[in-house]
């Protein structure tokens, strides 16, 4: 056996033993071509002589390796070595385990995201035939940006195959069924998937009462009565009254996070906006925070104003009519701060000897504006002939185009030849 494992870790640089137990044993190392940190797991068992057994192992190791979804860990290797499987996963930087988060405070829709990015990974692997079967906290990985990585999927059932699984009675985040050592479906991933989310909402396993599961609303006001229900029957003891797949639960679960329309709270019949209080408001938006009217709004009268910064007080804080954009920031209420940016320059078109030969511009006759107002009729104003302009040959002060060169078409085929 350790010959074997030996050799699956073969060429692996910078190894490290991170665990054992749980059904495999688990290292860390570099691969190495590309340097590219990895996880290696290795089940300690041997696949076996049955036929059935091998060809599925055969079948699954495929699978597994040709997942390929933005919310899945990387497979780098998967398969068996003289009969003993691994699984080789890139190791993950950046990121957190859920386990680890799974205790913070969740906004509903930040906890239907994490749970939906991970359907997504599971409706990829089922479309490979690939289950999880194993679904945890501790199997789902959150990067710094948002985004949602699941591991181990294939690892359960390739663990079922060889005998090598670990007792999983004592983890809430599985079915019931898995517990009882039957084989993994999309149903117990269903499971898993609400028992985590229930977990988000309420900082705790799915809590039971009378072999009934409590909504997860009795531990979070904010949930609503449609997500309890869609909650509540993914968690069903049964797999027959669960939801038939992660895809229908999914689907169950955004319906249930849209929030109902609300009736547009309309300003006042005085015209008076409902977030600042500015009065004389008869446009969609307030011409002083700039708030659209209409839609409810935080009143600012019943929240204690904040102290207004040196940089806040030098702004103007009066409403502003614009009547000239130039390129700079707007800022609504706080008036225009303009900033010059040159877009194009004149280009002369005349030497300046040329210049000097354009006559100077004509006086123009001066008007007294009020005598010529007081005349019923105007008089007719007689202008100076304009003087005769210069006769220029643009085509003599043009610069002088380029010759395009040439290229023979003999010439061509005998080099390409």
Request: net charge negative.
């Amino acid at each position: 056996m350790r010959d074997l494992i030996r050799q699956i870790l073969q060429g692996y640089k910078s190894l490290k033993l991170e665990g054992q137990g749980e059904g495999y044993v688990q290292f860390s190392g570099q691969e190495p071509d590309s340097q590219q940190p990895v996880s290696i797991k290795i089940l300690p068992r041997v696949v076996g002589s049955d036929p059935q057994i091998a060809k599925r192992f055969e079948d699954l190791s495929r699978s597994i390796r040709r997942l390929n979804h933005p919310n899945i860990v990387p497979v780098r290797k998967a398969g068996d070595e003289a009969g003993l499987p691994y699984i080789v996963t890139r190791m993950l930087e950046k990121t957190q385990s859920l386990a680890s988060k799974i205790d913070q405070p969740w906004a509903i829709d930040a906890a239907a995201d994490v749970v939906s990015q991970v359907g997504m990974a599971l409706e990829h692997a089922y479309n490979k035939g690939v289950i999880h079967g194993g679904l945890t906290p501790d199997s789902i990985a959150v990067q710094d940006d948002g985004r949602v990585l699941v591991n181990d999927l294939g690892l359960e059932e390739m663990m079922d195959l060889v005998g090598a699984g670990a007792k999983k009675g004592a983890s809430p985040y599985l079915a019931p069924e898995r517990a009882m050592g039957k084989p993994a479906d999309a149903r117990a991933d269903v499971y898993s998937l609400a028992a985590i989310l229930y977990g988000m909402l309420t900082k705790r396993k799915p809590q039971m009462m009378d072999a009934q599961v409590l909504p997860p609303s009795r531990f979070n006001p904010d949930v609503s009565e449609r997500m309890d229900e869609v909650v509540v029957r993914a968690l069903a003891h049964d797999p027959v009254d669960r939801y038939p797949d992660v895809k229908t639960f999914l689907t169950a679960l955004g319906a249930s996070t849209v929030v109902p329309a609300q009736k547009p709270q309309m300003v006042a019949t005085e015209g008076i906006c409902p977030n600042c209080g500015a009065e004389n408001q008869t446009d969609r938006f307030c011409r002083k925070c700039g708030a659209r009217l209409g839609q409810p709004q935080a009143s600012a009268r019943s929240q204690p104003v904040a102290k207004k910064s040196a940089l806040e007080e030098s702004v103007l804080d009066e409403p502003i009519q614009v009547t000239r954009v130039d390129v700079g920031r707007v800022r609504v209420g706080k008036g225009v701060d303009v900033g010059e940016t040159v877009i194009a320059q004149p280009m002369a078109v005349a030497s300046p000897e040329m210049e000097a030969e354009f006559p100077e511009l004509l006086p123009m006759p001066e008007l007294d504006v009020q005598w010529w107002s007081a005349i019923e009729q105007q008089p007719a104003i007689t202008m100076p002939e304009p003087p005769p302009m210069p006769d220029i040959d643009w085509a003599e002060i043009a610069p002088v185009m380029p010759e395009v060169p040439k290229i023979e078409d003999d010439a061509v085929s005998e080099e390409s030849d």
